[in-house]
C-alpha cells in the first residue's frame, strides 16, 4: 500500500511563496498521475492541481492558475506544488493524492478518481 507523505507548509504572508512536497512509498510512483486538494475546516475538500504520469499534461483550478505550478520528480518519487502570490483564501491543509490512473481523463478534479492520500500539511497565509 503506498503511503504518500507531504511536508514544506507553514506560515506565510500574503504576495510570499511556498513549496509543498509529496514523497510516496513504493516503485509504482512513475504509473499513477498525482493531485494535490486542499481543505479548510467546515468546508469541503477541493481540488487544486492535477499532473500526469509523466509530467506531460497538468490541470489547475481557476482560483490558483498562474499563481500555483505542479510537478514531479519521478526518480524521487516526489510530487511538488509551488505555490506563488499566496493569498489569505489559500490558507487550508493541502494533501497529495494518487490518481487511480496515468493520465488525467476528462474530469481531473473528481475526488473519486484518487485512491490513496496522504495526512496533510497546513498551509496559512497572514494578510
Known amino acids: 500500500q503506498v503511503q504518500l507523505i507531504e511536508s514544506g507548509g507553514g506560515l506565510v504572508q500574503a504576495g510570499g511563496s511556498l513549496r509543498l512536497s509529496c514523497a510516496a512509498s513504493?516503485?509504482?510512483?512513475?504509473?499513477?498521475?498525482m493531485g494535490w486538494f486542499r481543505q479548510v475546516p467546515g468546508k469541503e475538500r477541493e481540488f487544486v492541481a492535477a499532473?500526469?504520469?509523466?509530467?506531460?499534461?497538468?490541470y489547475y483550478a481557476n482560483s490558483v492558475k498562474g499563481r500555483f505550478t505542479i510537478s514531479r520528480d519521478n526518480a524521487k518519487n516526489t510530487v511538488y506544488l509551488q505555490m506563488n502570490s499566496l493569498k489569505p483564501e489559500d490558507t487550508a491543509v493541502y494533501y497529495c493524492?494518487?490518481?487511480?490512473?496515468?493520465?488525467?481523463?476528462?474530469?481531473?478534479?473528481?475526488?473519486?478518481?484518487?485512491?490513496?492520500w496522504g495526512q496533510g500539511t497546513q498551509v496559512t497565509v497572514s494578510s
Open positions: 493524492a494518487r490518481r487511480r490512473g496515468y493520465d488525467l481523463g476528462d474530469v481531473p478534479s473528481l475526488q473519486y478518481q484518487y485512491n490513496a
Open positions: 499532473i500526469s504520469n509523466n509530467g506531460g499534461s497538468t
Open positions: 513504493g516503485r509504482t510512483f512513475s504509473s499513477y498521475a
